[in-house]
């Protein structure tokens, strides 16, 4: 789908008072590059701009302390679940920052969210009729699944069922 197609139908389901405000633009990391960069220039409602995509990532890692990320995160190779423990903890940290304080939300970056298998169930919690997040995931769409990181050697992650309905799902064109 073209990126116009998509902003124009992401600005009409935001403009929905009510509901689940949970949305996913999928595609390749340079198409979602540029669907993000065009998303800042876009009007989303009420005359503001859509806001700039925050780092997923670079949340999580700036939500955990150097000291105790050196502390916990060496222990991974030993006690895995502790760092495991440590993500997910800064991933909630994270998540009430950003979704919590903004009315509409970009998230980006999922590599570390995914690698640490944080519960992405979270994102629907919080995803309000006052907090509204559009995720910008690498994948595509594969029999009814949403498969992230379809290029990942050693096969398939798919997007838990239950967090995203099919009509606020779309796919960039590369």
Known sequence: MKDEEITDQLRAKLTSPTG?????????????????????????????????????????????????????????LVVPQVAARLV????????SEHVLKHGLTIL???????????????????????????????GKRSGGNVTLFPLLPGGDLKLPGGILTDDHIWETEA
């Open 20 to 76: 689940r405000h949970l949305y996913a633009v999928l595609g390749s990391y340079g198409a979602l590059e540029k669907f993000a960069a065009k998303l800042t220039t876009t009007p989303a409602t009420g005359g503001s701009m859509f806001p700039a995509a925050a780092s997923v990532t670079q949340g999580i890692l700036d939500c955990i302390s150097d000291d105790r990320f050196a502390h916990e995160g060496g222990q991974e």
């Open 88 to 95: 997910q903890n800064a991933f909630n940290d994270f998540l």
């Open 108 to 138: 980006r970056d999922w590599e570390m969210a995914v690698a640490y298998n944080c519960d992405l169930h979270l994102l629907r919690e919080r995803a309000t009729d006052t907090h509204r997040v559009v995720l910008l995931l690498p």
